[in-house]
């Protein structure tokens, strides 16, 4: 992984974090300005007027609400995907590994089964998905908790067997599902960024900056940790503390993502090995800005999903699998044999 390139001065926090904001409030003008009817920014500033009121009626209760989610959820798995390599040391790492993402679609399939979509809206849809994140968190921690340690191993491996066995179950749903409920289905194990109300978005908001707050807490410990565990121990790190919180809060992250907007993935790969790049691995300095950017990278692919095809729309989902497949497996070619023992 990339070393940390020198001290991080306020200066230079200050600079990326301004600039991180800059180019997310402009995706999000964009994100909300674009679309298969296109609204034009002046209005924004102008007034709508008496004729524009349909454009007024799609930009605040359609566009707006999607593209801010978009970017509570792209940070929301940056974020993840930034404390999962730091705990596991291994740029491949991706926070759908672990076996959450699993787990949570599997819970929210089951709701669409029972029809609890109809019932409650998606809400229940993403409460159920919640459920199921949380469920495969402590099932996966459990099994991978050997004597008293979370073993990195261990946890890969557990995960990747959790969700094989997640996927089977799936499929097993959708063979018992209606016409109607597996176009549901489909459609949300390809991931998709709805319209929700403000006030669901603003929780989920509280949420995302409540467990980003609580990874940036733990940012010098997992500088510490690229030293390896047993260097990092002998300096004071509670090594195996910081990876249950990890693993609890970057799964919580994950979870929200998933029951918001199903399976979207990639997301906690391509933008952390980007800012490593660019940024280093002061982990002080990257989660913020990593947050922030993982907003926009979400954003902007949403916005490519509306318009790739207009007025057609495809799932994000496919979009962020496109771009994220061939980098996966580049990353891949280029640290083979680096990471073989984890």
């Not at 991978?144 to 996927?167: D, H, K, Q």
């Not at 109607?180 to 991931?191: A, D, N, Q, T």
Request: net charge positive; aromatic share 8%; hydrophobic share 55%.
């Amino acid at each position: 992984m990339t070393r940390t390139r020198g001290p991080l001065s306020a200066g230079r926090l200050l600079a990326w974090l301004v600039g991180s904001t800059v180019l997310l409030a402009a995706c999000l003008a964009l994100g909300a300005a674009l679309g298969a009817g296109r609204i034009p920014l002046t209005r924004l500033i102008g007034g709508w007027g008496p004729a524009g009121e349909a454009g007024a009626l799609i930009f605040w209760q359609v566009r707006l609400p999607r593209v801010l989610l978009a970017a509570v959820l792209g940070g929301s798995l940056t974020a993840a995907g930034i404390a999962f390599q730091a705990i596991l040391r291994n740029p491949l790492a991706d926070p759908y590994i672990l076996g959450v993402s699993g787990g949570a679609s599997v819970g929210g399939i089951l709701a669409l089964i029972a029809g609890l979509g109809a019932a409650g809206g998606s809400f229940l849809v993403q409460v159920c998905a919640f459920l199921g994140a949380l469920a495969a968190l402590l099932l996966v921690e459990w099994i991978a908790t050997v004597e008293g340690r979370l073993t990195v191993y261990t946890l890969l491996l557990t995960g990747a067997v959790f969700n094989a066995f997640s996927g089977a179950l799936i499929f097993f749903l959708q063979s018992l599902a209606s016409m109607e409920e597996l176009h549901s289905i489909v459609f949300y194990l390809m991931g998709s960024v709805p319209s929700l109300r403000y006030g669901a978005i603003g929780g989920m908001a509280v949420v995302a900056l409540g467990a980003m707050a609580m990874l940036v807490a733990m940012a010098r410990d997992y500088n510490v940790l690229s030293l390896g565990e047993e260097g990092a121990m002998q300096l004071g790190i509670d090594v195996e503390r910081i990876k249950r919180r990890t693993f609890i809060v970057g799964s919580l992250l994950t979870g929200l993502s998933v029951a918001a907007a199903g399976l979207i993935g990639f997301v906690g790969l391509i933008v952390p090995h980007l800012l490593r790049l660019v940024l280093g691995s002061d982990h002080r300095l990257l989660l913020p800005v990593g947050f922030l950017c993982g907003a926009s990278f979400l954003v902007l692919a949403d916005l490519g999903a509306r318009l790739l095809l207009a007025p057609n729309e495809i799932p994000v989902g496919v979009v962020t699998a496109l771009v994220g497949g061939p980098f996966f497996i580049y990353l891949m070619r280029r640290s083979r044999g680096r990471y073989g023992a984890l």
